[in-house]
Every structure is written in structure tokens, then in C-alpha cells.
């Protein structure tokens, strides 16, 4: 017996959720099952989080969360809880098999078999953003050695228990040189260590055109999490429907999981949604928690059924399906499946499944860092960069000088062109003099020099060096 977490969210939720426990209980799952209550009710009902105290505490002691789609406001309004639980409980790998049901299942792309590895608690989610001007916005996009030496070991850990042959990267390493590019070249030093899985990386915009054009190339594919995010939805859906595929999110003590679509509030109530994501999402569960044989024969009698024609709205095909069923007379039609196999469709094994053991990071000795300059970032509503220089010219000390000014990374002063389009936003770039070493003192230096001359500083960025390279980007043009 297993105590696990269970939540049934928002739109479609409760009626998929309902529909994937009584699956997997009539196929004899050893659960006891603790429901919590979390997302919009919560909210509407005063607590900002999404989520009671007592719930994070029923989260945390069961340790394995069963969790329906959540529904969550855009543009304002509250934070994801769904990012927070990933993030709070270091749930940092996201594993998102999307597999083509050919010819059962009208798809483009009969053979398509294909895992996502999306790293799961950083990058542009780190949800930092602030507005500084006027005009400008900003989001910060963090990407960590630990975050990208987790996710790309569990990538090839994953594919080779899997017998899986390849492994993927889909990065933005020429233009994101830092961010990207850590993530890049951890792949290649990682990569190293698993000489017998093929390993190739390819500049996202390319590799998602590939992607969707001719699945049957990929097998892992491993990426940051906002990549990782937009091609897994893309992917399922080219399977035939964003609602056949689950989601797991592993973390070194917790997991939780989830179909990979959202509460699709539009469908809510009407028992048409599809519950197969979130039902693989259990079935990923149950192997987790050592229950295989069980979920092996959820998953073959979903093969079963599917291969029988019986089929929700999403992916029913007039031709190819031979009967539209709701969510609640898919759910039987499962259950009445329990025990059988597909015929044409590959049955599944998953005897050698169980949760990777990977060893835990461990920090790496501290570089040389240097301190090599500083960014400072104005408020101006001037259009001439050359202006703006002579005026923040006169702020340098004996330590520090202008170097560069760039408006949204394109580099418009010295040398600029006037067609460069600029906006209230601007970073102006301070180099050492020649032989004059700096420290910190010498920013705040600047800093007051700004405030005398009414130069509005909304924020700085300082320059560093590890072990003599350079830790930050170029100006675009420099
Ligand atoms: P969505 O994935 O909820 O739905 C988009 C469309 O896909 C639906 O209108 C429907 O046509 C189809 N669809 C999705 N799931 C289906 C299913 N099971 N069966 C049949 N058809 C299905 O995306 P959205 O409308 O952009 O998001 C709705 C809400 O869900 C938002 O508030 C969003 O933030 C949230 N969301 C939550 C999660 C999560 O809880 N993990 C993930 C993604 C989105």
C-alpha cells in the first residue's frame, strides 16, 4: 500500500481525475489516498497561494502527488501553483513520453515515439520580472550548473534504462551564449560519459521545425524549461491529441503527476474531456512507486481501447474511430479492457522500470572571480545615444570609464547607427582604466556620481571574470 496525494483541480479536472482513479483502483493500485483541495476555489476563497498549509504538509509527508490540471490567470493575478509545487518540492525533472497510436489514432506521423526531458525549475520560470522605465519590461532567465547537470544526467540515465538510443539537446546557444550556452555545454561534458547512447544537439527554431516535420528522427530530447514546455504540448498534439500524454516530475525525495495539458476550462462539465494524459500520468506513478505489473495492465488495456476504435472527441475520427465515448464510458471501457492486450500495438513490459537513482550534486570547487566592470542601467527619455553618453560620461571616476551604451543588447553608442530604434531603456557599460583594479566601492562611486548629475540608475549589473573568462555577454555589434 502506498499513501499518495491526490488533487483534482480545475475545468476538466475533477471529472478526468475521477475517471483515472477509478481506472487504476479497479485494476487493483494498493493506494490510500489523501485529497487535497488546491487552485481556483482556494483562491476565490482568500488564500493567495492556492494551497493551504495543512495541504503542503499532506504533500510532503506522502511524498507521491496524483495531481489534476490547474487553472491559472494570464497576464496578472496569482502565481502558477503548479510551477510552485515543481519548484518548492525540487521536482526537477519533468518526463513526457509522447507516442504515436498509428493507425488507431489519426496522426501525420505514424512512427513517432519520442520522450521530452524538460527541465523543470529554472530558467525563464524563475518568474522574476519587474518593469524599469516607461517602455521596458524584464523577465530573468536563471540557468544554474546544477539545474543543467540534473536534468541532461537524468536525460541519459533515463534513456538508458529505457534502451533508448539517442539523446537530443534543443538550446538557443547562439544567441544566448551564457544561459544556453551552460546548458549546451554541460550536454557535451555529460554526453562524454555515455559513449553507447548517441547524443546530438540542435539550435531550438530548427530542431522544433525538425521535430514536428519528422518525429521519427527524435527519441530523448532533452532542453530548458520553457522550450520544453511549448514542444511537449507540441509534440502530443502531433500524436493526435494534447490529451493522450502525462507528465512526471521527478525530484530526488518528492514526485507528483499530471496529464501535460492545462483545465481546458471551455470543456469542463460536459464528461467530454479526454482522461488518457492524466491516466498516463498515474501509470507513470505506479511504476514509480514499484507498482509495474499494475500498470502495465492499465497501459495495455488503454492500447486495448484505443485499438478498438473506442475513442473521446479529441481524437475521434469518422473512418477511423468506431465510437464516440464521453469520459466517464471511456473510463469503463478501460476498465472492461483490464487483463487484455493490444493486438497491433506494441504491449507494454515495464518489468525493468523503476525510479532512477542518480547521485546528488555536489558543488563544484569556487573559481577565480574578478571583478572586470559594471552595467549600469538608466532611465532616459533622450533619443540620442551620443547625447546620453556625454551626459553619463560625467560619472566616471578615476577607476571606471564609459565603454559602451546598448538599447535592448544592440549597441548604440560609440559608433551607432541612427536607424537603431531606442527606448527609454539603456545599459551603459564601464570599464576599468588601464591597469586600475576595482572593487565594489568603485560602483557605488558611480552610483552617487549618478545621483548628483540626476541620472536615474534603476539597476546594475556587475562584470565578472571566472578563472580569467569573461561571464558576460558582448554588446550586440561590439
Ligand atoms: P489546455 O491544455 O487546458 O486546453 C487547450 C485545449 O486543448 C482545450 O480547449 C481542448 O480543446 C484541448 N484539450 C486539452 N486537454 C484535453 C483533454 N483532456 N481532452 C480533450 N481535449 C483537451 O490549455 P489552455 O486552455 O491554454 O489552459 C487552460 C488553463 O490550464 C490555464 O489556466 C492554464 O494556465 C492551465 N494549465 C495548467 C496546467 C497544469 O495544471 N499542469 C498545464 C497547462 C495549462
Redesign the pocket.
Known sequence: MTRITVAK?????PE?MDATLEIILAAGAKLEIDEIEVGEKVYLAGNTAGIATESWETIRRNKVFL????????GGGYK???VTTRKFLGLYSNVRPCMSLHPFVSTKHPVMDIVIVRENEEDLYAGIEHQQTDEVVQCLKLISRPGCEKIVRYAFEYAKQQNRKKVTCFTKDNIMKQTDGLFHQVFDEIAKEYPEIENEHWIIDIGAAKMAATPEFFDVIVMPNLYGDVLS?VAAQITG???LAG?ANIGEECSMF??????????AGQN???????LQGAIMMLTHIGQTEIAEKIQNAWLKTLEDGLH???IFKEGTSKQKLGTKEFAKAVISNLGQKPKILKAVSYATNSPLNLPRYKRKPAAKKELVGVDIFVHWNGSNPNELAAKVKRIESDELKLSMITNRGIKVWPDGFTETFCTDHWRCRFKPFENSSINKSSIIELLKNALNENIDSIKTENLYSFDGKAGYSLGQGQ
Open positions: 483541480g480545475d475545468g476538466i479536472g478526468i495531481k489534476a490540471p490547474i487553472t491559472t490567470p494570464q502558477s501553483l503548479n504540448d491529441s494534447v490529451g507528465s499530471e496529464a501535460i495539458h492545462g483545465s481546458a476550462p471551455r470543456r467530454i474531456a479526454n482522461p488518457s494524459g492524466l473521446t472527441y479529441d
